[in-house]
Structures are given as C-alpha cells and as structure tokens.
Nanobody, 114 residues
Framework: VQLQASGGGLVQAGDSLRLSCAAS????????VDWFRQAPGRERELVAS????????YNLDSVKGRFAISRDNAKNTWYLQMNSLKSEDTAIYYC????????WGQGTQVTVSS
C-alpha cells in the first residue's frame, strides 16, 4: 500500500496550491482520509479530514475558509486545495488514513514566502 503525496512547492503569500494524495494497493473509498502538516520545530498536526461519505472537517481554525479537502473515490485520490496561503502554512504536508492501520504518504513540502 502506498500513498503518494504531490503538489507542494514554493509560492508567495496569497497564492494557491492543490495537494494530491494518490493511493495504491488498497481502496480507501470506505475510510476517512486526512491531511496533516508538520512545520519546522513543531509537532505534526491534523489539518483536515474527510469521511468516506465526503463530509469534511477542519481541525485548525487558521485554515477554515482557506483550505478545502475533497476526494475522488474512483481515482482513490484525495486533495487539499489551499488558497490565500500564508507564511505560517509553511510545512511538510502528509496524507494519511487509518484504514485498519495508519497509512502515511511521504510528505510534500509547502513553502510560502511573505
């Protein structure tokens, strides 16, 4: 089972990025999936989750209204649309799912310059 995160990059404050997590080896269509992030010197934190039915929740007040999590079960892929990026969003972003086991993607770096 592999989760392949992609879409990160170096952007300026106010820009947008769309992260993708493509899963293989297991169908995640019946499981909730998430995005976490870890900034330098800080612990990994949950950013957003989406249930198997498509119900999204945002764990961080700082991203509400700016980030949107979505999924495409036919592609076994989930996304994080990030708009109005801020320097404090700089982190490595990890996709995750607890599908009987904790599966993690390898992380994709997002750097926002102010």
């Amino acid at each position: 089972v592999q989760l392949q995160a992609s879409g990160g990059g170096l952007v300026q404050a106010g820009d947008s990025l769309r992260l993708s997590c493509a899963a293989s080896g297991l169908s995640f269509s019946n499981y909730a999936v998430d995005w976490f992030r870890q900034a330098p010197g800080r612990e990994r934190e949950l950013v957003a989750s989406i249930s198997w039915k498509g119900e999204s929740t945002y764990n961080l007040d700082s991203v509400k209204g700016r980030f949107a999590i979505s999924r495409d079960n036919a592609k076994n892929t989930w996304y994080l649309q990030m708009n109005s990026l801020k320097s404090e969003d700089t982190a490595i972003y990890y996709c995750h799912s607890k599908a009987g086991w904790h599966y993690w993607g390898q992380g994709t770096q997002v750097t926002v310059s102010s």
